[in-house]
C-alpha cells in the first residue's frame, strides 16, 4: 500500500512512440554508415514530445534512454533518424515527469493523425538528405526495409 505522503502516480498521455534507425548514412555523400545517432543506440524507442511544424517537421524533441548512461534524456533530434511512428498510451513515470514539462496532451486520434506525418515525412527526409547514391552494400534503414531505396525487394 502506498504511504499517504507519496504523490500519486501521473495520469497517462498519449505520446508518439518511434524507433531510432539502426543504422544511417553519414559523411560526404552519405556514403559512411554510422550505428543509431549520438545520443541513441540504434533500435532504441524513445517518445516525440514535440515538434517543430515551422520547420517541416525536420526536427522533433524526444524523451529515450541515452546511448551512454542508460538514463532518460530529452534532446532534439532528427525526424530522418526515426522510423515506425505510432501512437502510444504512455504509463512510464520518468517519460511522464519529463513530458509534463514540456509535452501538450494528445488524444489518440491527434497523436494517430501526427505519427502518420511524421512517418510519411521522415521517409521523405533519409531519401532526400544526401541526395547521393547509397554505397554498396548499404544498410541504412531504407535498404534494410522490405521495399529499399528503389522500392524493390532486396535479393
Avoid at 119 to 144: N, S
Wanted: proline share 10%.
Amino acid at each position: 500500500m502506498a504511504s499517504p505522503t507519496a504523490p500519486p502516480p501521473p495520469e497517462p498521455l498519449w505520446l508518439i512512440a518511434a524507433n531510432v534507425v539502426r543504422w544511417r548514412r553519414y559523411g560526404d555523400g552519405g556514403q559512411e554508415l554510422r550505428p543509431g545517432t549520438k545520443a541513441y543506440r540504434g533500435g532504441a524507442k524513445v517518445y516525440v514530445l514535440g515538434t517543430y511544424p515551422g520547420m517541416g517537421h525536420e526536427q522533433v524533441t524526444t524523451i529515450g534512454r541515452g546511448r551512454a548512461s542508460g538514463r532518460w534524456i530529452t534532446i532534439d533530434t532528427g525526424s530522418r533518424h526515426l522510423h515506425t511512428f505510432r501512437p502510444k498510451l504512455v504509463h512510464t513515470p520518468a517519460v511522464l515527469r519529463h513530458a509534463a514539462l514540456a509535452a501538450r496532451p494528445h488524444t489518440r486520434e491527434e497523436a494517430e493523425e501526427l505519427a502518420g506525418l511524421l512517418e510519411r515525412l521522415a521517409a521523405e527526409y533519409r531519401e532526400t538528405h544526401h541526395g547521393a547514391p547509397h554505397p554498396v552494400p548499404c544498410r541504412c534503414h531504407t535498404c534494410l526495409t522490405a521495399a529499399g531505396p528503389d522500392g524493390l525487394s532486396p535479393a
